[in-house]
């Protein structure tokens, strides 16, 4: 089905695709639990396959086109995508509506550390959602590789870099070298031709600092701890290590990009205007990021070597969530019961299509029910 270009559309047309991007982005920014890879799951299920705005080849260009950016990743898919669908305005739109639930519920547990001293307690609700997260990601991947697994060459690169990633190696050389390789691989005889034969702090430095940790952090939300170790706690001494940690892992376990922990360290620095002030600075690199290069990537793939790379690249993106998945499940799924929602729910996805929102929801409820018991 051919794509009809947005600015052809109706003003009416415009305003039904706005709304809609809001309600698809603000429902996946309030149920989009467990980090990148659950996002990038949940967007493949709800944009391409519910709603069918871009297919697949499309989707894993932008996946590998944000890895090699700095930003939280699925937030700048949100963003690429609504800018796909609705233009500028799209782009505005399903970014902040992707951001707005998490930095709320940042928000409110920041509050309630302030005053209480602690997280509250809600890890019986996450119980069953982990499960339930590892089936939505593992059916994800198996969509995905039909569309980036082209050929054998690409299916044993894909598992060489999947062993290297689980051997430590960073994300990003792995893009590149992935990237890189299939490139050269794809084009040696054109290689050939060519080369043998020729608060506590100032309100503005805690803008200032998420802002340059917005712009220079490449790869996903999980790396987001070490710069704020270097920023806030090597450098200006404002925040503890406990304080830090109780941070992310609000980041971690809340709906919505990681990258909100922002919102919660800017709350214990600049109280709510800090957390705003803060959130703006590290998002908003990946909205001008995504403005800047959204027109680009259409014309990479007209490069016989651009578009090769791409499909490394793409290759690379697989294996590392195929590894995310891995150790996800290696610490999610833990005894019976988290086998048994796991399993329950990948065969939910598979065979009856059961919407991801409804099953985390049915996982948080048995994950409750059995912490009463």
């Known amino acids: 089905m051919k794509e009809i270009n947005y600015n052809s559309l109706s003003i009416r047309e415009k305003v039904e695709r706005q709304k809609e991007i809001i309600?698809?982005?603000?429902?996946?920014?309030?149920?989009?639990?467990?980090?990148?890879?659950?996002?990038?799951?949940?967007?493949?299920?709800?944009?391409?396959?519910?709603?069918?705005?871009?297919?697949?080849?499309?989707?894993?260009?932008?996946?590998?086109?944000?890895?090699l950016i700095p930003g939280p990743n699925s937030t700048e898919i949100a963003i690429f995508i609504g800018h796909h669908r609705g233009g500028i305005l799209g782009l505005f739109l399903a970014g902040i509506s992707f951001i707005i639930p998490a930095m709320g519920i940042t928000l409110l547990f920041a509050i309630a550390y302030v005053?209480?001293?602690?997280?509250?307690?809600?890890?019986?609700?996450?119980?069953?959602?982990?499960?339930?997260?590892?089936?939505?990601?593992?059916?994800?991947l198996l969509r995905l590789g039909k569309s980036v697994i082209k050929n054998k060459l690409?299916?044993?690169?894909?598992?060489?870099?999947?062993?290297?990633?689980?051997?430590?190696?960073?994300?990003i050389p792995l893009l590149l070298m992935s990237g890189l390789v299939i490139m050269v691989i794809l084009n040696r005889e054109n290689i050939y031709n060519k080369f043998f034969s020729f608060s506590i702090m100032p309100l503005s430095l805690i803008f200032l600092t998420f802002l340059?940790?917005?712009?220079?952090?490449?790869?996903?939300?999980?790396?987001?701890?070490?710069?704020?170790?270097?920023?806030?706690?090597?450098?200006?001494?404002?925040?503890?290590?406990?304080?830090?940690i109780d941070a992310v892992a609000v980041g971690q376990f809340t709906p919505g990009p990681v990258f909100t922990t922002?919102?919660?360290?800017?709350?214990?620095?600049?109280?709510?205007?800090?957390?705003?002030?803060?959130?703006?600075?590290?998002?908003?690199?990946?909205?001008?990021?995504?403005?800047?290069?959204?027109?680009?990537?259409?014309?990479?793939?007209?490069s016989i070597w651009v578009s090769s790379m791409l499909d490394g690249i793409n290759i690379a993106s697989l294996s590392l969530m195929a590894v995310v998945t891995f150790k996800l499940g290696i610490a999610s799924l833990i005894d019976g019961l988290s086998i048994f929602i796991f399993a329950i729910s990948l065969f939910a996805i598979m065979k009856y299509k059961i919407s991801s929102f409804w099953l985390i929801i049915g996982g948080s409820i048995i994950g409750w029910i059995s912490s009463l018991i």
Do not use: C
């Not at 999980?222 to 503890?240: D, Q, R």
């Not at 800017?266 to 027109?295: D, E, H, K, R």
């Open 23 to 67: 309600k698809v982005f603000l429902r996946l920014g309030f149920f989009a639990f467990g980090g990148p890879a659950a996002h990038i799951a949940m967007m493949e299920e709800e944009i391409i396959n519910k709603r069918k705005w871009i297919n697949h080849d499309k989707f894993m260009d932008l996946i590998g086109a944000t890895n």
């Open 115 to 140: 005053k209480y001293g602690s997280i509250p307690q809600v890890e019986s609700l996450f119980y069953g959602m982990k499960s339930v997260i590892i089936a939505i990601i593992l059916q994800a």
């Open 154 to 171: 690409y299916l044993v690169f894909g598992l060489i870099i999947t062993g290297l990633s689980l051997l430590g190696i960073r994300e």
């Open 212 to 244: 340059k940790i917005g712009a220079v952090l490449y790869g996903s939300g999980y790396v987001l701890l070490a710069f704020l170790e270097a920023e806030f706690i090597k450098k200006v001494g404002v925040l503890t290590n406990q304080q830090l």
């Open 262 to 302: 922002a919102t919660f360290i800017g709350y214990l620095l600049g109280n709510t205007l800090g957390a705003v002030l803060a959130t703006i600075g590290i998002f908003i690199p990946s909205f001008l990021l995504v403005i800047i290069i959204n027109p680009i990537i259409p014309r990479l793939r007209k």
